[in-house]
């Protein structure tokens, strides 16, 4: 399905009801699942990712071939989850997904005692699990790998019997994820220490007295309508239900990163108002995603759509997404008249822009639902932007488009 925006007169005031975090909702799946305990989740994220990890968790005991998609997340958590679980699993995914290397979490497993072996290509999935009761013990990680590994071993470890002491290599990045994986645990009973580039597990199962749990909606999402509010006229408003402002997501800092480009953000019980009160100044911005790199692809749109230079740095994951997002960047906004400067871990732009002639842009998505959202906001900027397999964003927010046309775009 493609889908050709069209720029509004204005974006009509109005509620949005974000999806819950995709993060959260993952994380806590994984801890009910381990623990067996009884608590409902409320705003549990509507995602294909979470979609997928729900059905995977209620179908693993009878299923030969558990198939998560292009679903990252869920196959490394899975792959942790299952380790544990007695049984023969083969745990795969779409030929995306299929790329995207796991070597070095499987290896620390290993190292734990876990039978998995690759089916195809050593250090990709496909993998073959099979599941026993784990020692535990010490070992160490990459902190320049995924921070979803450390979140995948460290979400199991109260279930390891002489639990977890696990030592992070180098940097670790987007630490962020991992302080919200230790904080849900918490919450949930474990026992967690984090100190310097070492945190210990105990073997304490999960535990919760409540009767639900409520998942709050997903920085990620509204950070889409920070954009939107910032190539947007001078009184603009949007107001955006259940976002928690003491939040425990790393991408909450969006609302910081849009005050340089005019947008405040105000808080009243369990929703918050954005309004786009002045312009830009065009100096340069730079800013090092390393603790946030989902909303750098926005943050470049953004920018470019208000013609402002930017240098910005720590986008080393970026390549390892569900596509190799820098260069799908590269590539689309080249489309717009804007070459970008790219290395392996940065983008450069200057502010120049050459669209004099441009007529219908069509974005490719790459099978990447944050290609799709990320570019949606420039429709103010560049009119009849097509956005190709717009779909795609089912993957993280399946109600975007419908929420776009709330907000009066066509």
Same mark, same amino acid.
């Given at each position: 399905?493609?889908?050709?925006?069209?720029?509004?007169?204005?974006?009509?005031?109005? !509620?949005?009801?974000?999806?819950?975090?995709?993060?959260?909702?993952?994380?806590?799946?994984?801890?009910?699942?381990?623990?067996?305990?009884?608590?409902?989740?409320?705003?549990?994220?509507?995602?294909?990712?979470?979609?997928?990890?729900?059905?995977?968790?209620?179908?693993?005991?009878?299923?030969?071939?558990?198939?998560?998609?292009?679903?990252?997340?869920?196959?490394?958590?899975?792959?942790?989850?299952?380790?544990?679980?007695?049984?023969?699993?083969?745990?795969?995914?779409?030929?995306?997904?299929?790329?995207?290397?796991?070597?070095?979490?499987? !290896?620390?497993?290993?190292?734990?005692?876990?039978?998995?072996?690759?089916?195809?290509?050593?250090?990709?999935?496909?993998?073959?699990?099979?599941?026993?009761?784990?020692?535990?013990?010490?070992?160490?990680?990459?902190?320049?790998?995924?921070?979803?590994?450390?979140?995948?071993?460290?979400?199991?470890?109260?279930?390891?019997?002489?639990?977890?002491?696990?030592?992070?290599?180098?940097?670790?990045?987007?630490?962020?994820?991992?302080?919200?994986?230790?904080?849900?645990?918490?919450?949930?009973?474990?026992?967690?220490?984090?100190?310097?580039?070492?945190?210990?597990?105990?073997?304490?199962?999960?535990?919760?007295?409540?009767?639900?749990?409520?998942?709050?909606?997903?920085?990620?999402?509204?950070?889409?309508?920070?954009?939107?509010?910032?190539?947007?006229?001078?009184?603009?408003?949007?107001?955006?239900?259940?976002?928690?402002?003491?939040?425990?997501?790393?991408?909450?800092?969006?609302?910081?990163?849009?005050?340089?480009?005019?947008?405040?953000?105000?808080?009243?019980?369990?929703?918050?108002?954005?309004?786009?009160?002045?312009?830009?100044?065009?100096?340069?911005?730079?800013?090092?995603?390393?603790?946030?790199?989902?909303?750098?692809?926005?943050?470049?749109?953004?920018?470019?759509?208000?013609?402002?230079?930017?240098?910005?740095?720590?986008?080393?994951?970026?390549?390892?997404?569900?596509?190799?997002?820098?260069?799908?960047?590269?590539?689309?906004?080249?489309?717009?008249?804007?070459?970008?400067?790219?290395?392996?871990?940065?983008?450069?732009?200057?502010?120049?822009?050459?669209?004099?002639?441009?007529?219908?842009?069509?974005?490719?998505?790459?099978?990447?639902?944050?290609?799709?959202?990320?570019?949606?906001?420039?429709?103010?900027?560049?009119?009849?932007? !097509?956005?190709?397999?717009?779909?795609?964003?089912?993957?993280?927010?399946?109600?975007?488009?419908?929420?776009?046309?709330?907000?009066?775009?066509?």
């Amino acid at each position: 399905m493609n889908l050709q925006l069209h720029k509004p007169s204005q974006l009509i005031p109005c !509620e949005i009801n974000l999806p819950g975090s995709k993060s959260i909702s993952n994380r806590i799946l994984i801890i009910k699942a381990l623990s067996g305990l009884d608590f409902s989740i409320q705003n549990l994220s509507d995602s294909d990712d979470t979609m997928h990890l729900l059905a995977a968790l209620d179908n693993f005991s009878t299923a030969s071939v558990i198939d998560v998609g292009h679903a990252g997340t869920d196959m490394r958590f899975l792959t942790a989850f299952l380790s544990l679980k007695k049984g023969s699993y083969e745990l795969t995914g779409s030929e995306r997904l299929q790329q995207r290397p796991v070597k070095d979490l499987v !290896e620390v497993l290993q190292n734990l005692g876990a039978e998995i072996t690759y089916k195809n290509t050593e250090g990709y999935p496909p993998l073959l699990i099979k599941g026993k009761q784990l020692e535990g013990g010490n070992v160490e990680i990459s902190g320049s790998v995924s921070s979803q590994f450390i979140t995948a071993l460290l979400l199991v470890a109260p279930y390891f019997t002489n639990g977890l002491e696990l030592t992070i290599i180098g940097d670790l990045v987007s630490k962020p994820y991992v302080n919200m994986t230790i904080e849900l645990m918490k919450e949930f009973g474990a026992s967690v220490s984090w100190n310097n580039n070492q945190i210990k597990v105990q073997p304490v199962p999960y535990t919760y007295s409540k009767k639900e749990f409520v998942v709050e909606s997903d920085w990620s999402a509204a950070s889409y309508y920070y954009s939107l509010l910032a190539l947007s006229t001078t009184g603009t408003t949007l107001n955006l239900r259940s976002l928690f402002l003491n939040s425990l997501q790393a991408d909450a800092v969006c609302r910081e990163i849009y005050k340089i480009f005019g947008v405040t953000t105000e808080c009243s019980g369990n929703e918050v108002k954005i309004t786009k009160t002045k312009a830009v100044n065009n100096t340069l911005f730079e800013y090092d995603f390393i603790k946030c790199p989902d909303i750098a692809q926005t943050i470049v749109c953004t920018c470019i759509g208000l013609k402002q230079a930017f240098y910005f740095t720590g986008l080393q994951t970026l390549k390892l997404k569900e596509t190799d997002r820098i260069s799908a960047l590269q590539n689309e906004c080249r489309k717009l008249g804007i070459e970008l400067n790219v290395t392996a871990n940065s983008i450069r732009w200057g502010n120049t822009r050459n669209d004099s002639s441009l007529k219908t842009v069509s974005i490719a998505t790459y099978n990447d639902h944050r290609m799709a959202m990320s570019f949606a906001p420039l429709c103010l900027v560049f009119d009849n932007l !097509e956005i190709e397999e717009a779909n795609v964003v089912s993957k993280s927010y399946p109600l975007f488009w419908q929420h776009l046309k709330q907000i009066g775009i066509e």
